[in-house]
């Protein structure tokens, strides 16, 4: 008998990521007389101006000789590990333990072992836009549906609440159970940090409306804008039941380390089910990365200057990307306050550029600068830059793009001047 062809699933193949899908589409060459410089990438390495903590790499070493930590370890995470975190990440109205956190590998498998935890095949979750792009390809792939939100870019990027009801009643109109919603603080891709009237807000509608919350807090305390600080969203309630994600990653710039975790927010014992389906979960892979569980007790107790001084670099890269940003003709950025992104608004109506993706096909062929297009977070003529690169790499990319924008005014302006949004 011989072998037909092997089909793949049928689930695998609605899998998407929607980075890719609209980044596959971009077939271009880049300018070959222009160095590349890629403002596309939101890993805090690639430069090697953010490293991580001396004291951990010391660590890992240490662990290495030791020889001590290459072995399985309970699937939810080393115990010791999970203590840390517990008492890093506890807060004044909510005393989680040991218990109540869950390993993953990467913030991304914390997403998606969250997600899993709580819906059915069929349920819907109910994602920011624009908002990171991953959600959607868990949800893809394990049979979920999902509806946006949208968020205000005139607003600074603030959730509109009138539409995520007008969402919320659309699901429950057509008797469709939501499992969940997700709250991104801070934002990838926007760099908008709440403030807590806005977050208390959220906690309204969500509690009238009796949903589980997800809460994205990935980039928890990534916050540098002045007079802004970042709020965990479960100290802000007593009677709403959470589950908090976040990892290793943007905090101590290791993102390929691969361990994040869950941190179960419960009330009144609501979530106790959830927490034994997380820990069921965990056991699909074992647990994420022996060695570096074995070192987090060593990072989250790393000196505080190390923070202090990343934090000042992204201020610094954030304050200058604005400025070069600002005087841009055509562009208008919407002034980020955390993370290491700026969202950039594209007047079509000043440059001869049809949309974000022709905005940022022809900027590769000309000026070899790569930046991802809105189209990759369900928003139209913005782009997204990374600003975690030396600040010459981003004057020389904003120089670029100054040329590339002037290259292709559409009318000339006496005003070279132009307004911030924020």
């Excluded at 208008?332 to 608004?345: D, E, L, Q, S, T």
């Amino acid at each position: 008998m011989s072998y037909s062809k092997i089909q793949s699933s049928i689930l695998s193949k609605k899998v998407v990521n929607p980075i890719r899908s609209v980044v596959d589409q971009l077939v271009v060459d880049p300018n070959p007389e222009k160095e590349e410089i890629k403002l596309s990438i939101g890993d805090p390495t690639i430069f090697g101006n953010l490293k991580p903590p001396e004291s951990v790499c010391e660590k890992i070493n240490e662990l290495l000789v030791e020889s001590k930590s290459n072995g399985y370890m309970h699937s939810a995470g080393l115990v010791e590990a999970r203590k840390a975190l517990a008492e890093q990440y506890k807060l004044e109205n909510k005393n989680i333990t040991a218990d109540d956190v869950i390993i993953a590998s990467g913030c991304s498998g914390a997403i998606e072992l969250s997600m899993v935890a709580t819906g059915n095949p069929g349920d819907v979750f109910l994602f920011p836009s624009p908002g990171f792009s991953l959600y959607q390809t868990v949800a893809l792939s394990r049979g979920f549906r999902f509806e946006y939100y949208d968020l205000l870019p005139e607003q600074d990027w603030e959730i509109d609440f009138e539409h995520l009801q007008s969402v919320i009643d659309h699901c429950r109109s057509n008797h469709e159970n939501i499992a969940g919603i997700i709250f991104l603080n801070p934002s990838n891709p926007c760099g908008s940090v709440y403030t807590k009237e806005h977050m208390l807000n959220f906690l309204e509608v969500v509690e009238r409306n009796s949903l589980l919350v997800i809460a994205d807090e990935i980039y928890a305390n990534m916050v540098f804008a002045d007079n802004v600080e970042y709020i965990p969203l479960a100290s802000l309630t007593d009677t709403i039941p959470m589950l908090s994600v976040g990892g290793l990653a943007k905090r101590y710039m290791v993102p390929g380390w691969r361990v994040g975790w869950v941190l179960i927010y419960d009330v009144d014992d609501l979530l106790s089910e959830v927490k034994k389906s997380l820990i069921k979960l965990s056991q699909v892979i074992l647990g994420a990365n022996s060695l570096v569980q074995a070192a987090i007790p060593t990072m989250i107790n790393s000196p505080p200057e190390y923070y202090q001084n990343c934090l000042d670099i992204l201020k610094h890269n954030a304050n200058f990307i604005v400025e070069k940003a600002k005087n841009i003709y055509g562009l208008f950025p919407v002034v980020p306050k955390g993370a290491m992104y700026m969202m950039v608004r594209i007047d079509t109506d000043l440059l001869d550029i049809k949309d974000d993706m022709d905005f940022t096909v022809k900027l590769i062929e000309e000026e070899s600068v790569y930046v991802l297009p809105g189209s990759c977070f369900r928003v139209k003529n913005y782009i997204r830059v990374v600003f975690s690169s030396p600040d010459y790499i981003l004057g020389e990319a904003m120089d670029r793009i100054a040329v590339f924008c002037n290259n292709h005014k559409r009318v000339q302006s006496n005003n070279s001047n132009q307004e911030v949004e924020s």
